[in-house]
């Protein structure tokens, strides 16, 4: 058993919430009980999640995708209140980290997208929260979808914009489609991302680079896994992963 104030400071200064200008608050989004003793944790805080948690008894519940994004509505409707008053009525807490939970160099979505695939050389590339690796050793085209495929148990969708081989891989996890430029100007022989939007295909074959798009939901199941096996080594509670099945 932890306290919940106590689990979600640690948890905020770990991911060093506070530097990061993000889309949503990140940290605790609704608050249940005084103390956590099972943790359930999920990508999206979508209600089937919420079921589930609460089925298992959980105190709190910890996503990459929360609520209260910019730019929605503040009127609590619809969706939006039936997963509020979800929460609400089981007592049961809703945290949530977006950007800090990309960016974590150990924990974070992109560092546990590498460890999966056995990228090495990690380094930071272009903007915002791109990464660059290498493989061991340089893969065929076919070879690589393989280890996509069998890694993230997705096959993902190529647009090949060259024939070469795949030796170094800049990636950022999630809808991270418009970084593909300057993923290309770097120098990489492949981009990986989670989303593809229709003008990336061209971009692709334009700046004669591989690109990827094995899934926004594939590609940050990861983190929260990561961050949440980490709490319960922390702290006396249960952590459980919960994945909600989603195709995009």
């Known amino acids: 058993m932890v306290r919940l104030v106590e689990l979600v400071s640690y948890a905020d200064q770990l991911l060093e919430s506070a530097a990061f200008q993000d889309y949503c608050p990140n940290g605790l989004q609704v608050e249940g009980r005084a103390e956590v003793h099972r943790l359930v944790s999920g990508v999206t805080a979508s209600l089937a999640l919420l079921d589930a948690a609460i089925a298992r008894e959980a105190d709190a519940i910890l996503v990459h995708h929360g609520y209260f994004w910019k730019g929605e509505s503040p009127v609590i409707s619809g969706i939006k209140y039936r997963r509020l008053q979800r929460l609400i009525n089981a007592g049961v807490s809703l945290i949530a980290y977006h950007l800090p939970l990309d960016a974590h160099p150990g924990l974070g979505n992109n560092a546990q997208l590498a460890r999966r695939l056995g990228l090495t050389e990690l380094s930071s590339s272009g903007p915002g929260l791109v990464m660059q690796g290498s493989l061991p050793r340089p893969l065929s085209i076919p070879a690589f979808c393989e280890r996509l495929t069998a890694s993230l148990a997705r096959a993902p969708l190529h647009i090949p914009g060259t024939s070469k081989q795949i030796h170094r891989i800049a990636w950022c996890t999630g809808a991270a489609q418009d970084y593909l430029e300057a ?66």
């Open 183 to 248: 993923a290309a100007a770097s120098g990489v022989d492949a981009y990986l991302t989670g989303e593809i939007s229709e003008r990336t295909v061209h971009i692709a074959r334009e700046c004669g680079i591989h690109f990827y798009a094995a899934g926004h939901h594939a590609t940050e199941r990861y983190g929260v896994q990561a961050l949440g096996e980490h709490l319960a080594e922390h702290f006396p509670l249960h952590h459980e992963f919960i994945d909600i099945d989603c195709p995009v």
